[in-house]
């Protein structure tokens, strides 16, 4: 494992100076639905022919007025289709293609065999030829993005099937796997064994895996947007914002002034994901983006490049979800303090008082992620922290850090912070890459994204791990899966393949 070794990722080496194509493949109804917000974020920065990047995700017809998306996508439902399509068309900026869309008229009952055995094997030769004919449209393909989610039985059995037939009929290309883990309390009664199916597979035949769980999602909502209802569409909202940030162009930086891009060309996707996963037992991703405001806030909010890489690499360095500790960190540093009362000076401006604040918000919240944690001097002498109450476990030890910044003033943004060793495994061969790239989004002037690789991402895994072996013990709900061929030896050999992962990632 010590070795610097690199994912099989290969491209072809076409002029750089055109947009290449990435085919976004949806699968199952969060899937669907995370595809169709994705693709409406993206058309709101690139959605017109002359804008050479708009072609990365988007294709251009005589007869269409709008664009079209590259995407392919399934459900064992009609209903999401239906809905997904009516609303890209709603938008007036772009829509999907009507002969690159498939669905069944029954669900796959929450169930990972019959997605996975049953469906995939069926209409194994339909997808295929979906995803070949938008492949074909591509004039420099870059790769896949698939999005789904493992609680179901479409996104976790068919979106895996979907997963391994692209390694068999594109052995080169980068497959990169959007993933939305499960409530931790739980969305369906076997969602902890479509979980460990999904993912032991997927990791034998996708280059990286994006996790977003959505109990953090959730948590950005209630304690960052002050959301007292969180619906689906909000969870999804939050997590393509940071997919987002991660899949616009971007051209990689230097450190200590992100405005001077080593190069002109977009970063292709490969590149990206071999700088995030250099070695192919740790393939699991995580994202992380700042600023986090309710959309009232913004007006009254201002905030500059050093704050936002303050907060960002403290949440990297504790594994949080919300940039909420500076409100409580007497050692901040002068620009995390003056971002934090600006955040905070904006909430008295629109009337929200401590005392609201405080009666609107979680025990979480006061409690915020471990600011006592810092990152060792030297990685071979492990945790170092202020206090002798700090767990060095809480130390979020890293692989590498993807920064991606985008907005103005980028020769304001400094990188070095990201740089210290303490931070990463001693083996990492790169493990800081900084791309950033001059366009606002989502009505922020700036906003800062980290993609890491990281110890803590195994916390999840490890939970969902031990309650399967919990209801296998008791042989719960394994006769389902029996029904479609999958025995009780693969259950066995699933849970023992993420047990690794687990390992893998706490041996950190």
């Keep these: 494992k010590q070795q610097k070794l690199a994912p099989h990722v290969t491209h072809t080496h076409t002029s750089r100076s055109m947009a290449h194509q990435v085919v976004v493949v949806q699968v199952g109804q969060a899937g669907n639905q995370i595809g169709c917000e994705l693709f409406q974020e993206l058309s709101k920065v690139y959605n017109r022919q002359d804008q050479p990047h708009a072609h990365r995700f988007f294709r251009f017809h005589p007869k269409c007025p709008v664009a079209i998306a590259r995407s392919v996508y399934i459900d064992t439902e009609a209903k999401v289709i239906a809905a997904i399509k009516a609303e890209a068309k709603a938008s007036g900026r772009w829509q999907y293609s009507e002969k690159s869309g498939l669905h069944t008229l029954r669900g796959a009952g929450n169930n990972w065999a019959n997605g996975y055995c049953n469906y995939g094997a069926h209409h194994r030769d339909d997808i295929l030829k979906l995803i070949r004919r938008e492949v074909e ?9 698939v999005v789904g989610s493992v609680a179901g039985g479409t996104g976790s059995g068919l979106g895996t099937a979907v997963c391994e037939m692209l390694r068999e009929e594109y052995p080169k290309s980068i497959i990169f796997s959007q993933m939305i883990w499960p409530f931790s309390s739980g969305e369906t009664i076997v969602q902890h064994y479509n979980a460990i199916f999904s993912l032991a597979k997927l990791y034998k035949c996708v280059d990286a895996i994006l996790l977003l769980e959505n109990d953090k999602l959730q948590r950005v909502c209630n304690v960052m ?22 899949l616009l162009p971007v051209s990689r930086c230097a450190l200590d002034d992100c405005s001077q891009a080593a190069s002109h060309a977009p970063l292709l996707m490969s590149e990206l994901v071999a700088a995030a996963v250099p070695h192919p037992h740790y393939k699991l991703l995580t994202a992380r983006a700042t600023p986090q405001m309710p959309a009232s806030y913004k007006d009254f909010t201002s905030y500059s490049w050093k704050s936002l890489l303050g907060s960002l690499r403290g949440m990297c360095l504790s594994d949080s979800s919300c940039e909420e500790v500076h409100l409580y960190n007497p050692y901040a540093s002068i620009g995390a303090l003056q971002h934090t009362w600006m955040v905070w000076h904006s909430m008295e401006l629109v009337g929200i008082g ?35 109450e700090a767990v060095c476990d809480d130390f979020n ?14 020769k304001e943004a400094q990188a070095v912070e990201f740089l210290q060793p303490g931070l990463y495994t001693a083996w990492s061969p790169e493990p800081l890459t900084v791309a950033s790239d001059t366009t606002p989004l989502f009505g922020h002037d700036m906003v800062a994204c980290a993609m890491s690789n990281s110890k803590h991402i195994y916390r999840p895994v490890e939970a969902a791990v031990s309650r399967a072996w919990t209801m296998f013990e008791s042989r719960a709900y394994v006769h ?12 066995q050999q699933h849970m023992v393949d993420c047990e690794q992962i687990v390992l893998d990632y706490k041996q950190l």
């Design 137 to 145: 449209l591509c004039h420099f393909f870059d790769g896949f993005v």
């Design 225 to 246: 947007l002050k959301l007292k209802k969180v619906a689906v569409k909000d969870l999804n909202s939050v997590a393509v914002q940071q997919l987002c940030a991660l």
């Design 354 to 388: 401590v005392i609201d604040v405080a009666f609107g918000c979680s025990w979480d919240f006061f409690k915020g992620y471990n600011w006592r944690i810092k990152p060792p001097q030297d990685p071979s002498i492990g945790c170092v922290v202020d206090t002798p």
């Design 397 to 410: 030890t890293t692989i590498t850090h993807t920064l991606v910044l985008h907005g103005i003033r980028l």
């Design 480 to 491: 389902q899966y029996q029904a479609f061929g999958v025995d009780e030896e693969a259950f």
